[in-house]
């Protein structure tokens, strides 16, 4: 069964750093999102995307934040300039019909 | 406003019982889904339930849907250990396709062997 998956699935960085977080959607996907979900609260969306563009971002993702799909197949979120206030669970989701399917996520530690 | 905030936040039962969490929403929604996660790991999507309908099966899931209370329910039949997990409502809303989904704090579902 076809699987959003997501790499790195730990990321380790230093305050002030730039990260980013990669993701592969399932491959006839069309609209792609990001979410985070901070240690013991709720998962939180980000942004979504579709047709190489951002369709909605919340308050979170501010400048510091950017989206892209570089090919075919990859789905990046960056991350420019990390806050300790950044670590969390990272998701990836991508949607056909009325269902997001979330990838395993990437865990962001910020020192 | 507060979306899908689900009750109780922690269950905890033998296995062979039965599990009810309940989610409560405060708008509209075009539907409302619920997803499980294992300690520390993704989610997965178990099930959607769309505003026009009251009730869905999937196999030992019964999912409910009140709109007028703006309430639904997840029913787990006959719980095993394995179903051991966090519990998520998230709410679709709005009138766009791309949807973003808000999702409750959860419940934690602890079965007992």
């Known amino acids: 069964e076809p699987e959003v998956t997501q790499t790195p699935s730990h990321q380790v960085t230093q305050m002030g750093q730039e990260v980013i977080l990669r993701c592969v959607p399932i491959?006839?996907?069309?609209?792609f999102y990001w979410y985070r979900q901070i240690l013991g609260q709720k998962v939180e969306f980000l942004v979504s995307?579709?047709?190489?563009?951002?369709?909605?971002k919340s308050e979170i993702f501010d400048d510091q934040f950017s989206v892209e799909r570089p090919d075919g197949s990859n789905f990046t979120l960056k991350i420019r300039s990390t806050k300790l206030e950044d670590s969390a669970m990272y998701f990836c989701a991508s949607k056909v019909a009325d269902t997001q399917y979330f990838g395993p996520g990437t865990r962001l530690t910020v020192l | 406003s507060q979306q899908g905030e689900e009750d109780p936040q922690a269950l905890s039962i033998q296995e062979g019982e039965n599990a009810t969490m309940n989610c409560s929403y405060k708008t509209s929604i075009n539907n409302l889904q619920w997803y499980r996660q294992n300690s520390g790991r993704g989610l997965v999507h178990l099930i959607l339930?769309?505003?026009?309908?009251r009730e869905k099966h999937s196999g030992r899931l019964r999912v409910t849907l009140d709109t007028s209370k703006k309430s639904s329910s997840l029913l787990i039949t006959a719980s095993r250990a394995a179903d051991t997990a966090s519990y998520f409502c998230a709410v679709l809303s709005g009138g766009t396709s791309y949807g973003k989904l808000t999702f409750g704090q959860g419940t934690i579902l602890t079965v007992h062997p």
């Open positions: 995307f579709y047709n190489n563009e951002i369709s909605e």
């Open positions: 491959s006839n996907h069309l609209y």
């Open positions: 339930i769309r505003s026009n309908e």
